[in-house]
């Protein structure tokens, strides 16, 4: 039988597959490699931004908790009768006093003395209803008037 004997074409073909074959999977061996980082970074990045929606989740858990304790504590207190104070009545009869006294033409340190009243509203008194000299009452229309 005839020995094999191989062509220096047909071994030069079956050199360049094998470099072929073996470049292809250094290829393929690179683009794996280079995939699977990508996915590793990936993967970082969103359990990163799980971290952080897992950690708000529990912020707003926590103020829902405080709203429900806040909404339980004023429904309480809407159910509870409170005390209802009465409006003060507009002029205590110590006003009414001072206020005729005042038409009457009685001074401060009289609104003071017989009524009881402080300075300052001794001072309002007389100025709203004590009587007005006429250079005022024309003040007060000319001020009107503008």
Known sequence: MPALQISSVEL?????????????????????????RAILAQTEVLLANHTVVLQRLADLGARVDATNV??????????????????????????????????????????????????????LVHRLHGPQSKSSARRARDMNAA
């Open 70 to 123: 806040t909404v339980s504590k004023l429904g309480e207190r809407i159910q509870k009768p409170q005390h209802v104070t009465s409006p003060a009545p507009a002029a205590t009869p110590g006003y009414q006093i001072a206020i005729r006294l005042a038409k009457g033409g009685a001074s401060r340190d009289e609104l003071i003395s017989g009524c009881g009243l402080s300075a300052s509203e001794a001072e």
């Open 12 to 36: 030069l073909f079956l050199i360049g597959r094998a470099v072929f074959l073996l470049f292809s999977f250094v290829l393929a061996t690179i683009a794996f490699v280079r995939w699977r």
